[in-house]
T-cell receptor, first 116, second 111 residues
Framework: AQKVTQAQTEISVVEKEDVTLDCVYE???????LFWYKQPPSGELVFLIR??????QNEISGRYSWNFQKSTSSFNFTITASQVVDSAVYFC?????????????FGKGTHLIIQP | NAGVTQTPKFRILKIGQSMTLQCAQD?????MYWYRQDPGMGLKLIYY???????DKGEVPNGYNVSRSTTEDFPLRLELAAPSQTSVYFC??????????FGDGTRLSIL
């Protein structure tokens, strides 16, 4: 069975601080995919990134960066110089060999609060 | 470009009533999904479909039914609404293993 753990239920930081959201996963698949989604207060789900298990390179997109470590089964997400607009619930999700084509397993989410 | 459209956005049902949550996508995606999101929780997969005429159960299918007669539409049916089905329901679609695109959700309360 697949499992995603986001141990941080809520994080509150002051604007411009850096913040890291943790994600630990469990799977028996040798090929799998990891995702991060953002859910702003308006409620929709916004796709941020997809990473397959064969690609352990870290990725940076503007103020966002992701650190994938197979050795520790972690896929952490860092926001640099946080902004109030980053306030949202962030979900880490896991897809199996089909890239999530048979559905994703989500963590419970981390509620990120950026205070001005 | 509408993407994934869910209707209604909000609904209140009485225990024992039935209803259908509608989901339509205009991206010609072959895969479609229904998830539910309970307060403070992540999304859980109810049903999914890999193409017209093909559906399969997810993690929490009890109390729900689906059908997929066209590529575009994937309705979710609640036959006998129960308070435990109070949740926010999200429909999603994808092309194969590409990232899923989500609708805006349907907030359902059963009283």
């Amino acid at each position: 069975a697949q499992k995603v753990t986001q141990a941080q239920t809520e994080i509150s930081v002051v604007e411009k601080e850096d913040v890291t959201l943790d994600c630990v996963y469990e799977t028996r698949d040798t090929t799998y995919y990891l995702f991060w989604y953002k859910q702003p207060p308006s409620g929709e789900l916004v796709f941020l990134i997809r990473r397959n298990s064969f690609d352990e390179q870290n990725e940076i997109s503007g103020r966002y960066s992701w650190n994938f470590q197979k050795s520790t089964s972690s896929f952490n997400f860092t926001i640099t110089a946080s902004q109030v607009v980053d306030s949202a619930v962030y979900f880490c999700a896991l897809g199996g060999t089909g890239g999530g084509a048979d559905g994703l397993t989500f963590g419970k989410g981390t509620h990120l609060i950026i205070q001005p | 470009n509408a993407g994934v459209t869910q209707t209604p956005k909000f609904r209140i049902l009485k225990i024992g009533q039935s209803m259908t949550l509608q989901c339509a996508q205009d991206m010609n995606h072959n895969y479609m999904y229904w998830y539910r999101q309970d307060p403070g929780m992540g999304l859980k997969l109810i049903y999914y479909s890999v193409g017209a005429g093909i559906t399969d159960k997810g993690e929490v299918p009890n109390g729900y039914n689906v059908s997929r007669s066209t590529t575009e539409d994937f309705p979710l049916r609640l036959e006998l609404a129960a308070p435990s089905q109070t949740s926010v329901y999200f429909c999603a679609s994808s092309y194969g293993s590409q990232p899923q695109h989500f609708g805006d959700g349907t907030r359902l309360s059963i009283l």
